[in-house]
């Protein structure tokens, strides 16, 4: 059986009674143990400071 990845959404849902929500450094993942296909991620927003040269 092989291992399946994580799809990657902007908003992510409960599919089923075997997912459970699990939120880690900011970033929000659907794991599933009835049905791997129901893995989901939702990354985190990082907001990356502006360049000091930009703000010249």
């Known amino acids: 059986d092989a291992a399946r990845g ?6 992510v849902k409960l599919m089923c009674s075997g997912c459970q929500s699990v939120k880690r450094k900011g970033t929000v993942f659907i794991l599933c143990s009835l049905n791997p296909k129901h893995k989901q991620v939702r990354p985190s927003s990082r ?5 000091p040269a930009l703000l010249v």
């Not at 994580?6 to 908003?11: C, H, Y």
Request: avoid cysteine; charge should be positive; glycine fraction near 0%.
């Open 47 to 51: 907001r990356v400071p502006p360049s």
């Open 6 to 11: 994580f799809k990657v959404r902007s908003s």
